[in-house]
């Protein structure tokens, strides 16, 4: 007030003005964040918010300035000191100035001490005595304020100000300009009084923040630095002390902050002389460290407390700062620069225990924080550990030896709710683990880069110290023995973790060895999870045929079409998968290999057990003898049979179970276990990088992480190979029994389902009275009732069979009608036309099979057609030709299908050839009965006259060539031959 010459406003109202406005100010402080233009009233401003913050009455703020403000006017500004300070105000303030007796006398009593703290280091006995006895009579109110005249009180005040101006005459010791005597003799009340007053820069009402004005406030205080005793280096020093307590009071690290840059402002600083350093130095304080006393200067008294409190929190930074990594980061900087070896050279580093500077220093220092720190986290588990043995045995009503028995013994088995201690040991340590690898590790290792192998080290040796006894016993996979070992397992994944998260950094040697001694769990648990996988092969074959034989091949639902058994069948092999992954435990190829050759034989097992129920395709054509046309001349003549393949009773009963709809469903199962493979593949081979990413096992000891990432590799390229051939060729099965499941359905519905309506009527008899348009009703209604049950992804592939057998069934009408059947130039138009109305069906006005398709199917009934439309003799030269073309090679493939220009379709069409130029010669050169010789009613003692004849009707069942010897082959063969040898050297009539 007194250097800035600020004047007093003595309107109360003005006064009163001021403090609203600054209240206001203060609470609204966190959303008023500006920067206020400079005017007349911001200093008066100012000292109104130092009033506030050092919690000062209106009342008693306005006395002291008047009474300040006095004494100022009359006294130079360089002479004053704080003892005249106070004796001014005593002088110049009544009892009758305060409210009440109690803050008078509290006041009173406060100058006293003040006078009593500077002037009592006078060496002179007799005023020092004076000093003491005028004192007391200050502090007496009975004396002082009552019996004493105000002449005898100024007397009083006069002899002690004689004394302090006495003193404040002195030279000082070192000679600085502006030293007065109270610099090095009252510094310690000079230091309390600059700390309050830098105190006034935190918010009253929030006190880990710090008010806008607290620049302005900081530039105020220079002002009394010549009064205190205060140079630039220890103002950052002080400064740095009283941010540094109020972060440790409140907790808030931007406080921690700006005591950080106070703290470098001090190291950075440089000494103005000899005489700022002697000076410095003098300012001594006694403190006590590891039970001695040391004399120590006021600042690095400040830095050692700093220091210490740093050490002592950073020696348990597990316990002190669990999740508070920029809060750890901002200590541990603290601590390396509270104990700056640079500033303290004269301190010997063995009694002064901050930390130096030197790389080895600090490495020192880290690796002792380390190392205490992890010591303390390893009791706090150890205490937790002996709690979870107790919990244990009281459970397990087990009173034995608690760390030799039950800790470590697999045989004491796991009951409901409990869990075994190393389970608990083992995530207590994940915890510690995990808040090194992203905690602590990160920040100490700007210091010691192999802070996080010393950890995993020594956290490993902890463990396994306790896991050793505990694998000795373990012979079989028991819960307890599964969930120690994964949890053992996941434990030391996270210490390999921590130990080579600075492989990449460090070139220590330590980082290119092994990290430690691995627990020998592979070893124990390899064989154990192998005779598991066995044990589940056996369970899952016996739930499978136990599945399928409750199957009744209708719909799951509505929405899932499949058969309720393979859902079955796939909840039991996911169920095998997902415990077989929750092991969590160590495992190589040779599982994976076991793993998936269990679901392999399961799932093809279930496809055996589908596709045998399937009957050959050859049960579904009728046979019919192969005649030529020609209209009967006497009715009434005895005509033979037609003869027909008989089915045995089991093929009757097994085409009665295979019903469409169970044929669709069948379908549906076949494509849902294509799906399935897909979904358990994808799940199979996430959960195997998974634990293959962190794999450790199987590795040799110098195995570095750059020759891990080769093997890894290796694996992935075996690994693909097991489920190509596995769980591929799964896939690739189910693909081949949804084509032959879809052949059979085709098949079966034209030829076995609607044999009567359409293989034995339509053309029956002649073409124009039975059209096509009457059977158009049943493939719709066929269709629809496909298209209803089966799964949408293969509806065309299923529509498509339908289609093809629907075009074979055409073609065996052309070509293996039957004596009843022959064809017309006339009746060919007809039957183009009926198929062409059969092609628009199965395109559905662009809702069915794509055009190209049908197109493209059909083409092969359009040339057999294209044959009917030539002429007899162009069919019978072609015949000539394509006999000469007949091979006998046995390695020719067998069942090969019927082409347009072989001799076996031209015969057929010579056969349904209603011409007689065609019949005489059919006659003539084969020896093929007439039509009319047969009738339509089936006889099973039907038999053939020839050898010839007979095996021509054989082939007709199906189009492809016979299973007959090569013998019968090379017959028909011959007979061609020789029939082709005298068409075209005898001249032949009709």
């Given at each position: 007030m007194m250097f800035s010459r600020v004047e007093i406003y003595s309107t109360e109202a003005k006064k009163r003005?001021?403090?609203?406005?600054?209240?206001?100010?203060?609470?609204?402080?966190?959303?008023?964040?500006?920067?206020?233009?400079?005017?007349?009233?911001?200093?008066?401003?100012?000292?109104?918010?130092?009033?506030?913050?050092?919690?000062?009455?209106?009342?008693?703020?306005?006395?002291?300035?008047?009474?300040?403000?006095?004494?100022?006017?009359?006294?130079?500004?360089?002479?004053?000191?704080?003892?005249?300070?106070?004796?001014?105000?005593?002088?110049?303030?009544?009892?009758?100035?305060?409210?009440s007796e109690k803050s008078y006398i509290h006041?009173?009593?406060?100058?006293?001490?003040?006078?009593?703290?500077?002037?009592?280091?006078?060496?002179?006995?007799?005023?020092?005595?004076?000093?003491?006895?005028?004192?007391?009579?200050?502090?007496?109110?009975?004396?002082?304020?009552?019996?004493?005249?105000?002449?005898?009180?100024?007397?009083?005040?006069?002899?002690?100000?004689?004394?302090?101006?006495?003193?404040?005459?002195?030279?000082?010791?070192?000679?600085?300009?502006?030293?007065?005597?109270?610099?090095?003799?009252?510094?310690?009340?000079?230091?309390?009084?600059?700390?309050?007053?830098?105190?006034?820069?935190?918010?009253?009402?929030?006190?880990?923040?710090?008010?806008?004005e607290s620049e302005e406030i900081l530039e105020l205080t220079k002002l009394t630095w010549s009064m205190l005793g205060i140079t630039q280096k220890l103002h950052h020093a002080l400064f740095a002390w009283v941010l540094f307590q109020?972060?440790?009071?409140?907790?808030?690290?931007?406080?921690?902050?700006?005591?950080?840059?106070?703290?470098?402002?001090?190291?950075?600083?440089?000494?103005?002389?000899?005489?700022?350093?002697?000076?410095?130095?003098?300012?001594?304080?006694?403190?006590?460290?590891?039970?001695?006393?040391?004399?120590?200067?006021?600042?690095?008294?400040?830095?050692?407390?700093?220091?210490?409190?740093?050490?002592?929190?950073?020696?348990?930074?597990?316990?002190h700062f669990s999740k508070k990594k920029l809060?750890?980061?901002?200590?541990?900087?603290?601590?390396?620069?509270?104990?700056?070896?640079?500033?303290?050279?004269?301190?010997?580093?063995?009694?002064?225990?901050?930390?130096?500077?030197?790389?080895e220093f600090v490495t020192g220092k880290i690796r002792e924080y380390v190392e205490k720190s992890l010591d303390a986290a390893c009791r706090r588990v150890s205490f937790v550990l002996y709690l979870a043995v107790i919990n244990f045995c009281d459970c397990n009503h087990n009173k034995v030896d608690l760390w030799s028995q039950v800790t470590y013994s697999p045989s004491s088995e796991?009951?409901?709710?409990?869990?075994?201690?190393?389970?608990?040991?083992?995530?207590?340590?994940?915890?510690?683990?995990?808040?090194?690898?992203?905690?602590?590790?990160?920040?100490?290792?700007?210091?010691?880069?192999?802070?996080?192998?010393?950890?995993?080290k020594k956290l490993h040796q902890f463990y396994g110290e306790r896991l050793k006894p505990f694998l000795q016993d373990v012979t079989c996979l028991t819960m307890?023995?599964?969930?120690?070992?994964?949890?053992a397992v996941a434990l030391e994944a996270c210490l390999i973790k921590l130990h080579t998260s600075v492989c990449k950094e460090t070139k220590s040697p330590s980082a290119n060895g092994p990290a430690f001694d691995y627990f020998p769990i592979a070893e124990i648990s390899g064989p154990i999870i192998l005779d598991w996988i066995v044990a589940q092969h056996e369970r899952i074959l016996k739930w499978t045929a136990r599945a399928f034989e409750l199957e009744d091949w209708e719909p799951l639902s509505f929405q899932q079409k499949q058969a309720a058994s393979a859902v079955e069948v796939f909840r039991i092999?996911?169920?095998?998968?997902?415990?077989?992954?929750?092991?969590?435990?160590?495992?190589?190829?040779?599982?994976?290999?076991?793993?998936?050759?269990v679901i392999f034989h399961s799932l093809d097992a279930y496809l055996s057990k589908m596709s045998i129920q399937l009957v050959e395709k050859k049960f579904f054509y009728p046979s019919t003898p192969l005649t030529r046309y020609k209209e009967a001349a006497f009715p009434i003549v005895k005509k033979k049979v037609v003869e027909h393949s008989i089915l045995d009773d089991e093929v009757h009963r097994q085409l009665d179970i295979l019903a469409t709809s169970k044929l669709c469903i069948r379908l549906n199962t076949y494509r849902y276990i294509q799906k399935q493979i897909t979904v358990l593949e994808d799940g199979i081979r996430k959960s195997w990088e998974a634990i293959t990413s962190c794999r450790i096992y199987g590795c040799s000891a110098e195995m570095t992480p750059g020759t891990l990432g080769t093997s890894v590799d290796l694996n992935d390229e075996s690994v693909t190979e097991l489920f190509v051939a596995t769980l591929d060729c799964i896939r690739d099965s189910a693909g081949h029994a949804i084509k032959r499941t879809c052949d059979f359905l085709g098949a079966k519905i034209v030829f076995w389902d609607m044999r009567d309506s359409f293989l034995f009527n339509l053309y029956h008899g002649g073409v124009e009275g039975n059209r096509l348009d009457d059977l158009l009703p049943q493939f719709d209604s066929a269709l629809n009732n496909v298209c209803r049950?089966?799964?949408?992804?293969?509806?065309?592939?299923?529509?498509?069979?339908?289609?093809?057998?629907?075009?074979?069934?055409?073609?065996?009408?052309?070509?293996?009608?039957?004596?009843?059947?022959?064809?017309?130039?006339?009746?060919?138009?007809?039957?183009?036309?009926?198929?062409?109305?059969?092609?628009?069906?199965?395109?559905?006005?662009?809702?069915?099979?794509?055009?190209?398709?049908?197109?493209?199917?059909?083409?092969?009934?359009?040339?057999?057609?294209?044959?009917?439309?030539?002429?007899?003799?162009?069919?019978?030269?072609?015949?000539?030709?394509?006999?000469?073309?007949?091979?006998?090679?046995?390695?020719?493939?067998?069942?090969?299908?019927?082409?347009?220009?072989?001799?076996?379709?031209?015969?057929?069409?010579?056969?349904?050839?209603?011409?007689?130029?065609?019949?005489?010669?059919?006659?003539?050169?084969?020896?093929?009965?007439?039509?009319?010789?047969?009738?339509?009613?089936?006889?099973?003692?039907?038999?053939?006259?020839?050898?010839?004849?007979?095996?021509?009707?054989?082939?007709?069942?199906?189009?492809?060539?016979?299973?007959?010897?090569?013998?019968?082959?090379?017959?028909?063969?011959?007979?061609?031959?020789?029939a082709t040898w005298d068409i075209k050297h005898v001249t032949w009539s009709k």
């Open positions: 003005e001021r403090s609203a406005r600054f209240l206001g100010v203060l609470n609204n402080r966190r959303e008023k964040r500006h920067v206020e233009h400079e005017s007349p009233d911001r200093n008066l401003k100012i000292h109104e918010t130092i009033r506030m913050q050092m919690q000062i009455s209106e009342a008693t703020d306005t006395l002291i300035r008047r009474r300040l403000t006095q004494f100022a006017s009359s006294k130079p500004c360089g002479d004053i000191d704080v003892p005249q300070l106070s004796l001014a105000l005593l002088t110049g303030i009544l009892r009758t100035d305060f409210p006041w009173k009593n406060r100058q006293a001490n003040v006078l009593e703290e500077l002037l009592s280091s006078d060496h002179n006995k007799n005023r020092k005595q004076m000093i003491g006895a005028s004192l007391a009579k200050i502090r007496n109110p009975e004396e002082w304020d009552l019996k004493m005249s105000p002449s005898e009180r100024s007397d009083f005040l006069l002899v002690i100000r004689q004394v302090a101006l006495a003193l404040s005459s002195m030279p000082g010791r070192f000679g600085i300009e502006g030293e007065t005597y109270y610099w090095t003799t009252g510094y310690h009340l000079n230091i309390r009084l600059y700390e309050k007053i830098l105190c006034s820069v935190f918010d009253i009402l929030e006190d880990s923040q710090i008010i806008e109020q972060f440790v009071a409140t907790e808030d690290m931007a406080l921690l902050d700006y005591a950080l840059c106070e703290v470098d402002k001090v190291l950075s600083a440089e000494m103005c002389d000899d005489r700022e350093v002697a000076y410095t130095n003098s300012l001594t304080s006694s403190t006590f460290s590891n039970g001695h006393e040391m004399r120590l200067s006021l600042m690095q008294s400040i830095f050692l407390s700093i220091s210490s409190w740093c050490d002592s929190k950073l020696q348990d930074y597990h316990l809060f750890f980061e901002r200590v541990v900087t603290m601590a390396l620069s509270a104990g700056n070896e640079d500033f303290v050279p004269h301190i010997n580093s063995e009694q002064f225990t901050g930390v130096g500077t030197s790389s796991y009951i409901k709710d409990t869990i075994h201690p190393l389970v608990t040991l083992a995530n207590e340590l994940n915890l510690i683990v995990e808040e090194d690898l992203f905690i602590f590790s990160p920040v100490l290792s700007q210091w010691y880069r192999e802070c996080a192998m010393i950890s995993a307890d023995v599964r969930k120690v070992l994964s949890a092999i996911e169920e095998t998968v997902d415990q077989f992954f929750e092991f969590s435990l160590p495992m190589d190829i040779t599982h994976l290999q076991a793993l998936l050759s049950l089966i799964d949408e992804t293969i509806r065309d592939l299923v529509v498509s069979s339908i289609y093809k057998a629907s075009l074979e069934g055409f073609v065996w009408l052309l070509l293996d009608g039957g004596p009843s059947r022959a064809f017309s130039d006339t009746d060919i138009s007809m039957i183009e036309e009926d198929l062409s109305v059969f092609e628009d069906l199965f395109v559905a006005n662009g809702e069915g099979l794509p055009r190209s398709l049908i197109e493209e199917e059909s083409k092969f009934v359009h040339q057999i057609l294209s044959l009917f439309s030539l002429q007899t003799q162009s069919v019978i030269q072609m015949l000539m030709e394509s006999s000469e073309h007949i091979s006998v090679d046995t390695t020719s493939p067998r069942y090969a299908p019927r082409y347009l220009g072989d001799a076996e379709t031209l015969i057929r069409v010579l056969c349904h050839k209603k011409d007689r130029e065609a019949s005489k010669f059919l006659k003539r050169h084969y020896q093929l009965p007439p039509s009319s010789d047969y009738g339509e009613t089936p006889s099973e003692d039907s038999s053939f006259h020839s050898p010839l004849l007979a095996d021509i009707v054989k082939r007709s069942a199906s189009f492809r060539w016979s299973d007959k010897s090569q013998s019968s082959f090379k017959f028909m063969k011959k007979k061609l031959q020789e």
